[in-house]
């Protein structure tokens, strides 16, 4: 059974804090993601990557920077914490095919961060 | 730009009735699709994808149909059941790309009454 784990199920951060979201996963998958999710807006990719030390800016990244030094560790910083912050965060994993084509992602419990 | 759009925001069905949840895509390229479920304080959960070489894919009650022409698809629920309702997500992707990466849409909460 694929495992996603996700550091915190809640957290509050005072604004401008740096915080760090971790994710682990224990499939051995090529790819993570980070994802916020918004009422309304649906789940947003912030960064990804498919490889060790490798990372792509999603659709908003801005605000936010990404490390991936281990292959199962993949984790999320907000520099400097704003209000505009305050959202659902998901990590998810999957399977890099190789030569194209999709794999599902597996998806992590989600942390609730709110920025005061 | 939002490329794949549930301009349902909310469905409310009865028990042991259909539920049909709605997408549109805009990207031609897009050609692998995949729905998923998420519930309060969860992370989503897969539940079923259909590839564009296909119109129709079914998983016991889940069903999904693609209207390439349209760039359209609908996820049936046939019959619904009070363990459904939760946020239903539908998602786009390109086999092209080596990224694995999935365009979402907003979402459709999805109501079972009992």
């Known amino acids: 059974d694929v495992k996603v784990t996700q550091s915190s199920r809640y957290l509050v951060k005072r604004t401008g804090e740096k915080v760090f979201l971790e994710c682990v996963q224990d499939?051995?998958?090529?790819?993570m993601f980070w994802y916020r999710q918004d009422p309304g807006l649906g789940l947003r990719l912030i960064y990804f990557s498919y490889d060790v030390k490798m990372k792509e800016k999603g659709d908003i990244p801005e605000g936010y920077s990404v490390s991936r030094e281990k292959k199962e560790r993949f984790s999320l910083i907000l520099e400097s914490a704003s209000t505009n912050q305050t959202s659902m965060y998901l990590c998810?994993?999957?399977?890099?095919?190789?030569?194209?084509?999709?794999?599902?992602?597996?998806f992590g419990p989600g942390t609730r961060l709110t920025v005061t | 730009d939002q490329q794949v759009k549930q301009n349902s925001p909310s469905l409310s069905v009865q028990e042991g009735r259909i539920s049909i949840l709605n997408c549109d895509y805009t990207?031609?390229?897009?050609?692998?699709f995949l729905w998923y479920k998420k519930y309060p304080a969860e992370g989503p959960t897969f539940l079923i994808s259909?590839?564009?070489?296909?119109d129709k894919n079914e998983d016991g009650r889940f069903t999904v149909f693609l209207n390439k022409s349209a760039k359209h698809l609908s996820l049936h629920i046939v019959p619904s059941q009070p363990g459904d309702s939760a946020v239903y997500f539908c998602a786009a992707s390109s086999t092209s790309s080596n990224t694995g990466k999935l365009i979402f849409g907003q979402g459709t909460t999805l109501q079972v009454k009992p």
């Open positions: 990207n031609s390229m897009f050609d692998y």
């Open positions: 998810a994993s999957s399977f890099n095919r190789q030569g194209g084509g999709i794999y599902e992602q597996y």
């Open positions: 499939m051995d998958h090529e790819n």
């Open positions: 259909i590839s564009s070489i296909k």
